[in-house]
């Protein structure tokens, strides 16, 4: 199983003197899967749950709020189908001033 993370920037204008930028972390979990059963996924789906589970929303860290998290779909169908991967990215976007 890969564990991938990537991290990006966007700055917003809220007014003239002050500025809010916003930071996106996705986290990704990548696995080849020999059985496309429940028996093989659904571990994978849990630890997806439990790592959104330890970012609850206006969680402050490293200076800055979690504004945002995203993980849908929970996992790429299509991926699964026709390579037989689990992939799955969680998106945290925080908020620095």
Same mark, same amino acid.
């Given at each position: 199983? #890969? %564990?991938?993370? /990537?991290?990006? &920037? =966007? =700055?917003?204008?809220? *007014?003239?003197? #002050?500025?809010?930028q916003e $930071?996106?972390? =996705?986290?990704?979990?990548? /696995? /080849?899967?020999? &059985? /496309? *059963?429940?028996?093989?996924? #659904? @571990?994978?789906?849990?630890?997806?749950? !439990?790592?959104?589970?330890?970012? @609850?929303? &206006?969680?402050? +860290?490293?200076? +800055?709020?979690? %504004?945002?998290?995203? &993980?849908? @779909?929970? $996992?790429? @169908?299509? %991926?699964?189908? !026709?390579?037989? %991967?689990f992939?799955?990215?969680?998106?945290? *976007?925080?908020?620095?001033?």
């Amino acid at each position: 199983m #890969d %564990v991938l993370v /990537k991290a990006m &920037n =966007d =700055d917003a204008a809220v *007014t003239r003197a #002050d500025a809010i930028q916003e $930071y996106s972390i =996705d986290i990704g979990v990548r /696995k /080849k899967v020999a &059985n /496309k *059963t429940p028996a093989e996924l #659904d @571990p994978l789906v849990l630890l997806m749950q !439990e790592l959104r589970e330890k970012f @609850p929303f &206006n969680w402050s +860290g490293g200076g +800055g709020l979690l %504004v945002e998290r995203s &993980n849908e @779909p929970v $996992y790429a @169908p299509e %991926v699964l189908r !026709e390579q037989s %991967v689990f992939l799955s990215v969680l998106t945290l *976007t925080f908020s620095v001033l």
